[in-house]
């Protein structure tokens, strides 16, 4: 069994900053890539930030200089540095993650979301 658990949402003021955090437990053979999406309701859930085994990273335009994604397999955790939040940025944050269980079977996992609101 695989769960990631998400952890650091709240309510924030514009210009705020929040660190969202999430980690996976269970049977991990290893872990390719990770990533935090985010909804607002209505609205596609969309990529915000990912970060591969190799380190590489890949950011929204909407938070480019904002945020920062970093990762530690080591730990099976993922982080997302939110810097200069905006009203905009409001919706549920969601983690996931690429996961090798065993050579040869992969799946992605989905945390349930913590919700991330920004208002004055």
């Known amino acids: 069994q695989v769960q990631l658990v998400e952890s650091g949402g709240g309510l924030v003021q514009p210009g705020g900053s929040l660190r969202l955090s999430c980690a996976a437990s269970?049977?991990?053979?290893?872990?390719?890539?990770m990533a935090w999406y985010r909804q607002a309701p209505g609205k596609e859930r969309v990529l915000v930030a990912a970060?591969?085994?190799?380190?590489?990273?890949n950011y929204a335009d909407s938070v480019k200089g904002r945020f920062t994604i970093s990762g530690d397999n080591a730990e099976n955790t993922v982080n997302l540095q939110m810097n200069s939040l905006k009203p905009e940025d409001t919706a549920v944050y969601y983690c996931s993650m690429g996961i090798y269980l065993s050579r040869g079977i992969y799946t992605n996992y989905w945390g349930q979301g913590t919700q991330v609101t920004v208002s004055s």
């Open positions: 269970g049977s991990i053979f290893s872990i390719n890539a």
């Open positions: 970060i591969t085994s190799r380190g590489s990273t």
